[in-house]
């Protein structure tokens, strides 16, 4: 099973969360677990081409 780090948190009785890869797609869920389910979800649109123009993060070596 493939794995794909995430940022969360908790903004009153909502998780906030997005894709460390894709910083500017947030999702969202009334519980943890939601969240973790919307985050797949999103995983999978911005990977199959659903979503336009996806930005991504991304390392480069200088020296």
Known sequence: MESIKY???Q???VWIGHLEE???YWTQGET????KENLRDLYKELT???IPCVRKIAELKVS
């Open 7 to 9: 940022v969360y948190w």
């Open 11 to 13: 903004d009153g009785n």
């Open 22 to 24: 894709y910083p500017d």
């Open 32 to 35: 943890i677990e939601e969240l």
């Open 48 to 50: 199959n081409g659903t």
